[in-house]
């Protein structure tokens, strides 16, 4: 850069003279012969004022954000705790009852994850009604679904347009940090897909239900809990890529005879991962 | 203009009689001329493709001309045309050169009706810094197209247009000037007021043709003494200066201060930066500020290799002890049974 700044030519005294005239007439053009119009002075109070208020209001944000960060961390750490106490329990269940020699069985799964695997040509009405109603619109689309009889119903429904399956709670953490975008109405009829770079977008939308940032609504979706409904739906349907190392043999027969489609329970984490 | 045109119709290729040879022939069945000892005997005839037939759809003398049009739609027409050449904006959109001009509506006063000379005329259009506008309209060209053949060749553009309330030589002195028009405000014209339906065009009113126009279309208050019943269209707006009103005290004190625009953060894996990861999740937050300092600048890893050695520590290890070991025989005993396999 230094080279560059002594390679300058310098300027011809003609040059400068020229530009210095310039710059003069320049200067003349931008004060004003007229005095300032009322019209004018009172925009500019109004903005001055409208300037004041919004700093205000930002500088008091700031000076809350530390404690509020400091109450996520912890909510944080609790639930990273009760993953692992979920776990735990579970072991020791299996355990206590292994020891009476019984068997454990654990409580159904609550929540799945549904991607859509087939196309949108020739789909039958009742097939095409369903999967509307899930929001997987397009191929390779996902969301997550809350496991109750309805549901289940619906999902035996479109068997071979999804495969679904029981996520991990890493799954769906990945899934949002990575592939994670926001339904926000920013207008009036205007639903935009907002990517989810920032607590606030979250906080904004979700802060009714006590969920401000992505932790939490991994919390909400993994442990199916009161505002299950309202976080899921807040998110865009996941769009994913095709399985990176491909799919399961052959793509259009049920997960159990070596394709695709139908329930994978826990090993649809391995083909989301591959599709993240 | 077809209200104005007179009526025309064409009657060529049917003077002969010519009929038709039919079949048989080795000729086409076109009509043929009849008679004989000359070369137009047996050439074709009448029809549109022949040499010396008629055209297709002879033009009639009977198509419909005239068009009627309701008074008050033509007076609505001229009354807008008059309205726009007072707009500066408008004028200047038609493509008058009037950036000199002192003011518009341009009105002059009453000896201008009585100018006799043409060079008296353009001395005062040039007064009146009319000069780039009749330079504009100096010049004539030929027309583009076809029109050249069919008696349109020239064209020019059109300058001002003179309206005045009694001609005392003004129209005679401007009549031949390139581009001026002249018109009486008591029988105004709208094909000069707004030519080829595009309104704004450059009105110069002598005195008392403006004073006139009060009589010949009324005012807001008072109907037309020159027409029956006739008074001109309402405005839409009363103050159509749109800027003072939106800047107005009025107005501004009662809006919502300007919304600040909203733009939203293109979206990066946060997987990959951790510095994105610690700003979602601020427990990661406060583990990433010590962890930094063990990375170089340059050498940042992507978020999942730092949180590896983190998750390590989850691991979930039940420690079994030996006599819990021996009281879960049993069951795998009820599992598998006396199979030798799995033994």
């Known amino acids: 850069m230094a080279d560059k700044k002594s390679q300058k030519k310098e300027l011809s005294q003609k040059q400068k003279f020229r530009k210095d005239r310039k710059a003069a007439q320049m200067k003349k053009k931008l004060s004003l012969s007229v005095p300032v119009p009322e019209g004018l002075k009172k925009a500019w109070e109004r903005e001055n004022r409208a300037i004041a208020i919004r ?35 579970r072991q020791t269940n299996i355990i206590n009852a292994r020891k009476d020699g019984n068997f454990f069985k654990d409580t159904d799964p609550k929540i799945a994850i549904v991607i859509r695997i087939r196309g949108i040509n020739r789909v039958s ?152 | 203009v077809q209200n104005r045109e007179g009526p025309h119709g064409i009657r060529a290729g049917h003077q002969v009689a010519a009929k038709s040879w039919g079949t048989g022939r080795a000729v086409s069945r076109v009509p043929r001329v009849k008679g004989g000892g000359t070369h137009r005997a047996g050439q074709g005839a009448y029809a549109n493709m022949c040499r010396g037939g008629r055209m297709f759809a002879p033009t009639k003398v009977w198509r419909r001309w005239h068009r009627k049009i309701n008074t008050n739609q033509k007076r609505y027409a001229v009354c807008s045309a008059v309205a726009a050449s007072a707009v500066p904006a408008l004028v200047m959109a038609r493509g008058h050169r009037i950036q000199a001009v002192d003011e518009i509506p341009l009105v002059i006063e009453q000896d201008f009706s009585s100018v006799k000379k043409t060079r008296a005329a353009l001395n005062t259009l040039q007064a009146f810094h009319l000069s780039p506008e009749l330079r504009r309209c100096k010049r004539r060209y030929k027309r583009a197209g076809r029109g050249k053949s069919r008696n349109r060749r020239w064209k020019h553009r059109l300058g001002p247009l003179i309206i005045y309330a009694k001609n005392d030589g003004i129209a005679q002195s401007v009549r031949n000037i390139r581009g001026v028009d002249f018109c009486n405000v008591y029988s105004l014209n709208l094909l000069k007021l707004a030519p080829g339906g595009h309104v704004g065009r450059l009105i110069i009113w002598t005195e008392d043709a403006f004073k006139a126009l009060n009589d010949v279309y009324g005012n807001n208050s008072r109907n037309a003494t020159l027409k029956k019943n006739y008074r001109p269209p309402r405005s839409i707006m009363t103050n159509s200066d749109l800027n003072r009103i939106i800047n107005s005290q009025e107005i501004q004190s009662a809006i919502n201060p300007k919304r600040s625009r909203k733009v939203f953060e293109k979206k990066r894996n946060p997987l990959k930066h951790p510095d994105l990861y610690a700003k979602l999740n601020p427990l990661f937050d406060q583990q990433w500020q010590e962890l930094k300092k063990d990375y170089k600048d340059n050498a940042i890893p992507s978020t999942t290799r730092v949180l590896k050695p983190l998750k390590k520590k989850q691991r979930v290890m039940i420690q079994l002890s030996k006599e819990e070991k021996e009281q879960m025989k049993p069951y795998w005993k009820n599992v598998f049974g006396d199979d030798k396999i799995f033994k």
Not at chain 1, 63 to 84: F, G, H, M, S, T
Not at chain 1, 207 to 216: A, F, H, K, L
Request: net charge positive; glycine share 6%; hydrophobic share 35%.
């Open chain 1, 55 to 89: 700093k205000k209001i930002r500088e008091s944000k700031l000076a809350a954000l530390p404690k509020k960060r400091q109450n996520q961390a912890d909510r944080i750490k609790r639930y990273e705790q009760e993953y692992v106490q979920i776990k735990t329990d």
């Open chain 1, 125 to 276: 009405p009742k097939v095409r009604k369903v999967l509307q109603l899930f929001r997987l619109l397009q191929i390779h689309n996902a969301v997550f679904i809350k496991l109750n009889k309805a549901t289940i119903n619906m999902l035996k429904l479109i068997q071979p347009y999804i495969a679904y399956g029981y996520p991990s709670v890493g799954c769906i953490r990945s899934l949002i940090y990575k592939r994670g975008f926001a339904k926000i109405r920013s207008r009036p009829g205007a639903i935009s897909r907002i990517p989810i770079m920032s607590s606030e977008l979250i906080e904004k939308n979700l802060g009714r239900s006590n969920i401000e940032t992505v932790e939490d609504m991994v919390h909400e979706i993994a442990t199916v809990g009161p505002n299950f409904t309202k976080t899921v739906n807040f998110l865009w349907p996941f769009k994913l890529n095709c399985p990176k190392g491909g799919y399961r043999g052959r793509k259009r027969r049920h997960f159990l005879e070596g394709g695709t489609y139908g329930n994978w329970e826990h090993h649809i984490n391995n083909l989301v991962q591959r599709m993240l």
